[in-house]
């Protein structure tokens, strides 16, 4: 069943033990995908792991923590027209990759496909599943699944060259919450974003993390794609209404002034979006509010 439509993309930085596992998974695959392994400045050996255990996977080492846009390095020598993203500790489903690249074969207008997330060891569907599952945003009927208004990349195909032509991530934002942007701006050009409950990743989440750094980034990438992309009046709401619910802490406080501190390149480079993308965004609103499964801001 190999399947040459789809290469992988993974970035990591110093989860050695995990990447190799991720590697394994996907090296089992029937659709056999290409993949392409950005190592953000390890200093546990795990570009000397790649090369030594899966010699066929393409490994790029840039020399330092590029954050998501390690992902953008990765993109730049993909030669297939979709492109998966996962995090070093997720892998794809055996048929996951090849079912989602049939959707982006069958609908044009499709920009990207999400998956379900399983969380392991316990084999259970991820808090944000339900919320992908009922997603509130209206699409057009020749959509396969939900429409969304943003995706996770650690479980998302996208069409590469909608991908190149949004510019990727944004090489400010770093990680935490980064999608949202690059999901706006491709709904800005046209794409369609959907959710495919019978497409399947794996996380097993590392231990290897720093949340407090993570949620400080999300809360300060909200904010910045909030002052980037929404009109005047929403973006006030949006900020308010963060300023409120976050936790008061540190984190919350070093996100804020994060924020603040950049807004002469933020007014520079603010491009409102359309109409019509804007209001699938207030739709979300709620939902927003409501949700449990908010990794980033609170």
Same mark, same amino acid.
């Given at each position: ?22 590697? *394994? ?62 995090? *070093? ?210």
């Amino acid at each position: 069943m190999t399947d040459p439509r789809t290469t992988v993309v993974v970035i990591t930085h110093n989860r050695r033990r995990e990447l190799l596992r991720t590697l *394994d998974h996907l090296a089992l695959l029937p659709e056999r995908p290409p993949v392409t392994v950005t190592d953000n400045g390890s200093a546990d050996g795990t570009a000397e792991a790649v090369a030594r255990h899966h010699p066929q996977v393409r490994l790029l080492r840039p020399g330092r923590n590029l954050g998501a846009v390690g992902r953008n390095l990765a993109i730049r020598q993909v030669g297939t027209p979709y492109v998966a993203f996962c995090d *070093d500790d997720s892998w794809w489903a055996p048929g996951s990759l090849a079912g989602a690249a049939d959707l982006l074969d069958e609908h044009p207008g499709l920009g990207t496909v999400t998956g379900r997330i399983v969380v392991e060891p316990d084999g259970v569907d991820d808090p944000i599943v339900e919320e992908l599952r009922h997603s509130p945003v209206p699409g057009p009927p020749w959509l396969p699944g939900p429409a969304l208004g943003s995706f996770l990349a650690a479980a998302t195909v996208l069409r590469t060259a909608a991908f190149r032509a949004a510019g990727g991530f944004h090489p400010r934002l770093w990680l935490g919450g980064e999608e949202e942007l690059l999901a706006a701006d491709l709904a800005a050009a046209g794409w369609w974003l959907t959710y495919a409950d019978h497409l399947t990743v794996h996380h097993h989440a590392s231990v290897a993390r720093d949340a407090t750094l993570r949620r400080t980034h999300g809360i300060r990438n909200t904010l910045w794609f909030t002052w980037l992309r929404r009109p005047a009046g929403p973006a006030l709401r949006r900020t308010v209404n963060l300023a409120r619910t976050v936790p008061r802490d540190v984190a919350s406080l070093r996100g804020f002034a994060e924020a603040a501190a950049a807004l002469p390149w933020v007014l520079r480079e603010r491009r409102v979006l359309p109409h019509e993308v804007e209001s699938r965004l207030r739709l979300l609103e709620p939902a927003q509010r409501a949700s449990k499964a908010r990794r980033y801001t609170g």
